[in-house]
């Protein structure tokens, strides 16, 4: 069974930055196109971000210019840098292979912006 470990969340002012990675145990980590999910209180899971074998990135409009996914295929492991953070980027964030996950999540990392 696939295991991911996200971390990196914490609680963050408006306008400010964090760094989220995600380590991922699976075969042949680099030939899958990785994203960044997250999911607010009340609401559907979203996928925000998407990185392809071939380092090819995507983003939700609402993150575009904000957030940066990139990944190192070394150490199975990708990352969400998250600058210029808004309150409504509150979510626990998970990573999974997009757009068809793995069929297991980790426990996801909490971000939260308040003032």
């Known amino acids: 069974q696939v295991q991911l470990v996200e971390s990196g969340g914490g609680l963050v002012q408006p306008g400010g930055s964090l760094r989220l990675s995600c380590e991922v145990s699976v075969r042949f980590f680099s030939l899958y196109t990785m994203g960044w999910y997250r999911q607010a209180p009340g609401k559907q899971r979203e996928l925000v971000a998407t990185i392809t074998r071939g380092g090819t990135t995507n983003y939700e409009d609402s993150v575009k210019g904000r957030f940066t996914i990139s990944r190192d295929n070394a150490k199975n492991t990708v990352y969400l840098q998250m600058n210029r953070l808004k309150p409504e980027d509150t979510a626990l964030y998970y990573c999974?292979?997009?757009?068809?996950?793995?069929?297991?999540w980790g426990q996801g990392t909490q971000v939260t912006v308040s003032s």
């Open positions: 999974n292979a997009a757009p068809n996950n793995f069929g297991s």
